[in-house]
């Protein structure tokens, strides 16, 4: 079993800044690509940012620029800096990770329970 547990999330006025924090813990073996993705309320989960093992980034176009994704793979934990903060920005946000698993064969992809980023106007 893998797991990952997000926290940092909460309320927060337009223009602040929050930063969330996922391990990830378990039978992991060779954690690859993690990432963070947002659910609004009546939308679809969307990708906010991903970044590799080797420390490739990849953003979404409207949080490009205000938000930042780090990680540290000693700690098998990713981070999500948010800066200048909107309210449509409100949303659940889960953490994502491709791994492998000790002593099995593949590569699952996993997902947390979620953070709620409310941001009030």
């Known amino acids: 079993q893998v797991q990952l547990v997000e926290s940092g999330g909460g309320l927060v006025q337009a223009g602040g800044s929050l930063r969330l924090s996922c391990v990830a813990s378990?039978?992991?073996?060779?954690?690859?690509?993690m990432g963070w993705y947002r659910q609004a309320p009546g939308k679809r989960r969307d990708m906010v940012a991903t970044?590799?093992?080797?420390?490739?980034?990849n953003y979404a176009a409207s949080e490009k620029g205000r938000f930042t994704i780090s990680r540290d793979n000693a700690k098998n934990t990713v981070y999500l800096q948010m800066n200048d903060l909107k309210p449509e920005d409100t949303a659940v946000y889960y953490c994502?990770?491709?791994?492998?698993?000790?002593?099995?064969?593949?590569?699952?992809?996993?997902w947390g329970q979620g953070t709620l980023v409310t941001v009030s106007s």
């Open positions: 994502n990770a491709w791994t492998g698993r000790s002593g099995i064969i593949g590569v699952i992809e996993v």
């Open positions: 970044i590799t093992k080797g420390g490739n980034t």
């Open positions: 378990g039978s992991i073996f060779n954690l690859n690509t």
